[in-house]
């Protein structure tokens, strides 16, 4: 099972970046697929997760201004960011969950400059 990020990048504050994630390997439905980052000198934290049937949360930070969402058919998530803030200055990671199992992606750094 492979995780595969993409997009992260340079962006000022206010900009927007969108996070992908394809899943590999995996033959059924994924249960749970998620976003979480982790900032220099800090513990990686839930940024924003979706259930197979597409309920959501979000961290407090982060709510009104990214959207998770997914393709059960091609086995994606994705994060749309807007309104980034420096606070935001990340390295992100995709998660997913399949039974007991959980795997992660290698990582995507978003970096939002003042």
């Known amino acids: 099972v492979q995780l595969q990020a993409s997009g992260g990048g340079l962006v000022r504050a206010g900009g927007s970046l969108r996070l992908s994630c394809a899943a590999s390997?995996?033959?059924?439905?994924?249960?749970?697929m998620a976003w979480y980052r982790q900032a220099p000198g800090k513990q990686r934290e839930l940024v924003a997760s979706?259930?197979?049937?597409?309920?959501?949360e979000y961290a407090d930070s982060v709510k009104g201004r990214f959207t998770i969402s997914r393709d059960n058919s091609r086995k994606t998530v994705s994060l749309q960011m807007n309104s980034l803030k420096p606070d935001d200055t990340a390295v992100y990671y995709c998660?997913?969950?399949?039974?007991?199992?959980?795997?992660w992606g290698q990582g995507t750094l978003v970096t939002v400059s003042s």
């Open positions: 998660n997913a969950e399949q039974g007991l199992d959980a795997y």
């Open positions: 390997g995996i033959v059924s439905t994924i249960n749970r």
């Open positions: 979706i259930s197979a049937s597409r309920s959501t």
